[in-house]
């Protein structure tokens, strides 16, 4: 009983933490970055505005509402670029693995919610990190390296924040 207890406390941490990788494509062609970093951007905006109205902690809240704002304007600008480059793209979309991490984060009991949406910042924002970082050496248009690169810094400011926050938060 008492392992049965403790995985199911234990699952949901450990289900959002497997973030799918990002397409081979995406890290030197535009249209693969494009779309994975709106993908990304999408996933922490939804996941955000949950934890805005859900989230117990205070400084939990006040992180969501910055991610809100920072990956709005970070979507903006891959787009800007993107038309900069010659390209019309989509709209941001959900795969079925980031769609699963909003649900599953939905879903969430009111005392789990914090410590779920905290579990999913890590591996959220590490890959958003590789994405950034591979596009910002390797990509094939020069207006999205650019956007790549001015959304490194920004990437690695959410990681450290959430992982202080999780820390913080045991």
Known sequence: MRFALLTSLTLPVVAAAQ????PPQASSQAA???AAAGRSDLHEIRSSQIAMKKAKSPQ???HA???????RDTTAATLAAARKAGMSPRPPALDAGAAR?????DGAAPADL?????????PAHQAA???HQAYGRNGDQAPLRASAEAAIPIVQA??????KLRTNAR
């Open 101 to 105: 991490s909003i649900s599953e984060l």
């Open 60 to 62: 939990v809240r006040r």
């Open 114 to 122: 914090d410590r779920v949406y905290l579990g999913q910042q890590s």
């Open 129 to 131: 990190l590789s994405l």
């Open 32 to 34: 693969g970055y494009v």
């Open 158 to 163: 959410h990681l450290s924040q959430a992982e």
């Open 65 to 71: 509402q910055m991610l809100v704002t920072h990956h």
């Open 19 to 22: 973030t799918p990788p990002q």
